[in-house]
């Protein structure tokens, strides 16, 4: 399970989130486990029944409004009750609220982090629910290269020299862009979207081509033919072509494999002389294309056949 340290937080989001570190200094190695946030109004009124103490807690204007009706003994009261779980990570306060006297004991006190933003808690909530997502997303580290090839993401599988660079490098050619080579980093985001992108700031849009080395695709090509990350949508297996193997001809039967549970369509691509891979590769990232948009070329001649089957049927019926 990722974890993300609040520390961390901190120093990668102040100037995005606006964020200042008010209280709660020595907790900085909390650690951020869901990438949900909560706001602890009824925990506030009294009812703690699946309090999700392990969320980011955000405390907007209802929140702080209500505090301010208590005595001071009252909120002490209530804000250790409420945050004194060793899981609770951090504290925010929104619309750019000084924190009240209590706050600030009682967050230093538990070396709970306390946090300010002069942001609203609609404006920080998605913001901190699709940083938290990113940052704490299974992952997973394959070997391929994915481009995205008429707005689709396909990565491209296969055993090492059978010519996995030269195909993307084609595509890229053929006005297509590239977002990995190599080693691509796989991220499962909320919804059940995988996201692929490099997996070192190093080798960020370059490419290996045996017997030409290390090249530049950013600067060879321009930064119309690159991506930093993209969705992927379909996998191609390449293999080297063997004739003993039976290959699929008509395309009815769909195949799928699993990426961080996630089932994406995939396509095995036999290797062998003559066969132009960029050309195939957008083919099938064509037909990918129809098919999400419910047109099945295969069904779609398979119908024809039997129809003309059927017509010929009665004609000799006559």
Same mark, same amino acid.
């Given at each position: 399970m990722k974890v993300l340290k609040v520390g961390t937080f901190i120093k990668e989001k102040t100037n995005d989130f606006k964020l200042e570190l008010v209280a709660g200094k020595g907790g900085l190695e909390r650690v951020v486990t869901v990438p949900d946030v909560n706001?602890?109004?009824?925990?506030?009124?009294?009812?703690?029944?699946?309090?999700?103490?392990?969320?980011?807690? #955000?405390?907007? #204007?209802?929140?702080?409004?209500?505090?301010?009706?208590?005595?001071h003994k009252e909120q002490r009261k209530m804000l250790t009750k409420v945050f004194?779980?060793?899981?609770?990570?951090?504290?925010i306060i929104t619309r750019n609220f000084n924190p009240l006297p209590s706050m600030a004991e009682?967050? !230093?006190?538990?070396?709970?982090?306390?946090?300010?933003?002069?942001?609203?808690?609609?404006q920080l909530l998605s913001d901190l629910i699709y940083y938290f997502d990113e940052k704490l997303a299974p992952s997973q580290k394959l070997h391929g290269v994915?481009? $995205?090839?008429?707005?689709? =993401?396909?990565?491209?599988? =296969?055993?090492?020299? #059978?010519?996995?660079?030269?195909?993307?490098?084609?595509?890229?050619?053929r006005g297509h862009m590239l977002v990995s080579d190599d080693l691509v980093e796989i991220t499962k985001r909320s919804g059940h979207t995988l996201i692929g992108k490099s997996n070192s700031d190093?080798?960020?849009?370059?490419?290996?081509?045996?017997?030409?080395? @290390?090249? !530049?695709?950013? $600067?060879?090509?321009?930064? &119309?033919n690159i991506l930093d990350e993209s969705k992927i949508e379909l996998v191609i297996n390449l293999v080297a072509w063997d004739e003993t193997i039976e290959y699929e001809r008509l395309g009815l039967k769909e195949y799928y494999t699993e990426i961080l549970g996630v089932k994406i369509p995939?396509?095995? #691509?036999?290797?062998?002389?003559?066969?132009?891979? &960029?050309?195939?590769v957008e083919t099938a990232s064509l037909n990918q294309r129809l098919k999400k948009?419910?047109?099945?070329? &295969?069904?779609?001649?398979?119908?024809?056949?039997?129809?003309? @089957?059927?017509?010929?049927?009665?004609n000799n019926e006559k």
């Open positions: 706001r602890p109004g009824l925990a506030f009124a009294g009812y703690f029944e699946h309090m999700p103490y392990e969320r980011v807690q #955000i405390i907007g #204007i209802a929140e702080f409004t209500y505090l301010q009706s208590l005595t004194s779980p060793k899981q609770v990570p951090c504290c009682v967050f !230093d006190e538990l070396n709970v982090p306390l946090l300010k933003t002069s942001l609203s808690s609609s994915l481009s $995205n090839v008429y707005g689709l =993401g396909v990565f491209i599988r =296969g055993k090492s020299g #059978i010519g996995k660079s030269e195909c993307a490098l084609e595509l890229v050619k190093i080798m960020k849009h370059l490419m290996e081509i045996r017997g030409i080395g @290390i090249i !530049d695709i950013k $600067n060879m090509f321009g930064v &119309a995939e396509l095995t #691509i036999p290797v062998g002389p003559g066969r132009n891979l &960029a050309i195939i948009n419910g047109y099945f070329s &295969a069904l779609e001649f398979t119908k024809k056949i039997k129809s003309e @089957i059927k017509r010929k049927s009665k």
